[in-house]
């Protein structure tokens, strides 16, 4: 099954820059990695996703401030945060899909982990 593990959220000052890390147990190689969040009291949106080669989706929240990278040989997403704000705060969530036969995908969420932003 697949598994994911995100990593470096932390509680960080309003201008402040963060990057998220997302492990993956197999191969992201021709599939799409993306990040979510949640901020309480309100849904999942989706913040960044990148298909394998292609060019990054981002929110209008954050475009020009987030990257969305991912090294395929490490099996790992990233997210740097830049210029964070307060309204960043949330719980941040890894998310991977791949094609694997001509009727089957594989995907999975990481557990997510917490960004603070905050004087």
């Known amino acids: 099954q697949l598994q994911l593990m995100e990593s470096g959220g932390v509680l960080v000052q309003p201008g402040g820059s963060l990057r998220l890390s997302c492990e993956v147990s197999?191969?992201?190689?021709?599939?799409?990695l993306a990040w979510y969040r949640q901020a309480p009291g309100k849904d999942r949106e989706s913040v960044a996703s990148l298909t394998d080669g292609g060019r990054p989706i981002y929110a209008d929240s954050v475009n020009g401030r987030f990257i969305i990278s991912r090294d395929n040989a490490k099996n790992t997403g990233y997210l740097q945060m830049n210029s964070l704000k307060p309204e960043d705060t949330a719980v941040y969530y890894c998310?991977?899909?791949?094609?694997?036969?001509?009727?089957?995908?594989?995907?999975?969420w990481g557990q997510g982990t917490q960004v603070t932003v905050s004087s």
């Open positions: 998310y991977f899909k791949r094609r694997v036969s001509i009727e089957g995908y594989i995907e999975g």
């Open positions: 197999g191969t992201i190689r021709l599939g799409t």
